[in-house]
């Protein structure tokens, strides 16, 4: 059974950092366009940065850009965000997802949509504050 869980969350300081992991288990993470999302309360859960099978493709919300960094260790078969310089704005529920990549771009492919994304995670509770 293919399964994503995520840890690192917590509460932190502005101007602080946490590293969030997705560990997956029950496939094979190699072929697999993987995304982190974070959902605020009372707002819809909205792309942070992906990344490509090959790692060769990253994508980054504007708002974290300069400051969050996503990679991927598949031998690990674990998945990464590492979040810097965090501010009051990025209080959320952080979400890994993966997702099968169309056939045509396998290696290159990440998606920043949720309808992309077919199996997520649980969520760990990130709060910025003072």
């Known amino acids: 059974q293919l399964q994503l869980v995520e840890s690192g969350g917590g509460l932190v300081q502005p101007g602080g950092s946490l590293r969030l992991s997705c560990a997956a288990s029950g496939f094979t993470l190699d072929y697999y366009g993987i995304g982190w999302f974070r959902q605020a309360p009372g707002k819809e859960r909205e792309g942070v940065s992906c990344?490509?099978?090959?790692?060769?493709?990253?994508v980054y919300a504007d708002s974290v850009k300069g400051r969050f960094t996503i990679s991927r260790n598949n031998a690990k078969m674990t998945m990464y965000l590492q979040m810097n310089n965090l501010k009051p704005e990025d209080t959320a529920v952080y979400f890994c997802?993966?997702?099968?990549?169309?056939?045509?771009?396998?290696?290159?492919?990440?998606?920043?949509?949720?309808?992309?994304?077919?199996?997520w995670g649980q969520g760990t509770q990130v709060t910025v504050s003072s």
């Open positions: 990344i490509s099978a090959s790692e060769g493709t990253t």
């Open positions: 997802a993966a997702a099968i990549p169309p056939i045509t771009s396998v290696q290159a492919w990440c998606g920043m949509s949720t309808y992309e994304y077919d199996y």
